[in-house]
């Protein structure tokens, strides 16, 4: 029984061994045919026209067009055929009237196609992609765009058939790409070329810097994700000041402004993108009676192409709208310990109006003349330094120097007579008191010192004082570094 067993595991062997290198053989030879074919000539069509057909694929980042090669038979044997291309061919079909006037070459690296085809056993054709790049086609919208493919060189015998060796493919892309698809790259500023930052403006005001986003725009449906960067132009201003168009304006320092991050990311699916200008607070303020101007433009978009018209913008800016010390200089906390710095009296708040310098809800009490045309309610006493009629929500600015990092008693003088005050100081933007209590004094005219202690920082800064809760009066603040 076990000699039998073995002699069918060794017929089993054989068999396996057989059928192996049956597969083997047929896998060597599986590029002949068993029928002996005949060799076949390739050929292309002679022209192949992109438009309005379903003869291509057109998504955001690209047109493909599929290209048939055809054979006279079925192939014998798999083989490989070379493809190039030649921009010189399509001058020469325009120059002798076989391509339209008002056709293009495609360009050199807008393309892509396989230097090489592989051509199975057995078929009667083959089909390669020619990828062409959305963005160059929708710079030529409104032309025909053109290129000629060639094949050479086929392997093994097989041979081109006359005349059939090259095709000219020719995209209409005026019927391709509708003029509302294309898309364009642009500044997205209400004011078109012009970018007038005035108090109504979306900024936020910093120690240093006034920080204005700035938003771009691409037309067309979004795509995948691209970049495109922001330069500074100044030659723009310097025209537009020397012709006329840009009057009472200098042109502004590009030290003095600055594109923190100037490649500009337009993410995946969205149409527009933002970034940040910011602008040197103390180099704007030093202008006086001027506007200051600047130009951004657009450049090497990584898709797409930049709008013509809308691919550069002038920044002006006039420095009365932002804010300025009320006494041409900031007021100077000292930094030195225990030493009083000098009243910061409340009706000195900054210049610069409504939204800038200060917040007001109402029209004008108390003094109709002092700091006009400003709504704020500047109380009728001897010297001009108080602040009334508070009301919750309203806030005032002070440019301020803190000599010293460190640790100060504030002193804000208040006058309530009731304890339902509330308020905060802010530096740049940054609560550095929380919210206080103000009590009462017994009249709002008897102004008494509400002591608190707050962390500066050394530098320039904006001052604000907040009131969460209004209803007293306001003489000023003071100063007293501790640590």
Wanted: hydrophobic share 35%.
């Amino acid at each position: 029984m076990k000699r039998i067993t073995t002699h069918i595991q060794c017929c089993l062997l054989a068999i396996i061994v057989i059928f192996t290198a049956s597969c083997s053989k047929e896998k060597l030879s599986d590029v002949m045919s068993t029928e002996n074919l005949p060799n076949v000539s390739l050929a292309l069509d002679d022209r192949i026209d992109i438009g309005n057909g379903n003869n291509f694929t057109l998504d955001h980042s690209e047109l493909t067009v599929p290209v048939t090669i055809n054979f006279s038979g079925t192939t014998p044997k798999a083989f490989n055929v070379q493809i190039t291309t030649n921009t010189d061919t399509v001058t020469k079909l325009v120059a002798n009237g076989s391509l339209p006037v008002n056709t293009v070459a495609l360009e050199e690296g807008t393309f892509t196609f396989p230097p090489v085809v592989d051509i199975a056993f057995g078929v009667n054709s083959v089909t390669f992609n020619l990828q062409i790049s959305r963005s160059f086609l929708e710079k030529k919208h409104g032309k025909n765009v053109a290129v000629a493919i060639k094949m050479n060189d086929p392997a093994k015998g097989n041979t081109i058939a006359p005349g059939k060796n090259a095709t000219v493919i020719l995209i209409k892309t005026a019927d391709l790409i509708a003029a509302d698809a294309v898309h364009y790259v642009s500044f997205s500023n209400p004011g078109g070329n012009e970018f007038l930052v005035t108090k109504t403006t979306n900024y936020t005001l910093g120690s240093q810097d006034i920080i204005i986003p700035v938003s771009l725009g691409l037309s067309g449906e979004p795509g995948q994700e691209f970049t495109v960067e922001v330069l500074s132009k100044p030659d723009t201003v310097t025209t537009l000041i020397n012709n006329g168009t840009l009057t009472n304006t200098v042109l502004f320092d590009s030290k003095s402004y600055s594109v923190p991050n100037p490649k500009v990311r337009f993410t995946a699916g969205k149409g527009s993108a933002i970034f940040d200008l910011r602008v040197r607070l103390v180099d704007l303020l030093a202008q006086k009676g001027k506007n200051v101007a600047f130009a951004l433009t657009l450049k090497n978009p990584s898709k797409f192409q930049l709008s013509q018209t809308k691919k550069t913008i002038i920044v002006v800016i006039n420095p009365h709208d932002f804010s300025r010390p009320y006494n041409g200089v900031p007021f100077v906390i000292s930094g030195t310990i225990n030493k009083a710095s000098d009243h910061i009296y409340a009706a000195s708040y900054d210049l610069g109006g409504e939204g800038v310098a200060y917040h007001d809800d109402g029209n004008k009490d108390g003094s109709s003349v002092f700091r006009s045309p400003d709504n704020v309610d500047v109380a009728q006493n001897s010297p001009t330094s108080a602040i009334g009629w508070t009301n919750s929500g309203e806030w005032l600015t002070y440019s301020v120097i803190v000599e010293e990092t460190g640790e100060y008693e504030m002193n804000m003088l208040l006058g309530s007579n009731n304890d339902n005050g509330r308020y905060s100081v802010f530096f740049d933007n940054t609560n550095v008191s929380g919210i206080l209590a103000v009590t009462s004094t017994g009249s709002y005219g008897n102004y008494q010192p509400h002591l608190s202690t707050v962390q500066l920082t050394k530098g320039r800064h904006i001052m604000k004082v907040f009131w969460d809760n209004g209803s007293h009066d306001y003489n000023g603040v003071i100063f007293t570094r501790k640590k």
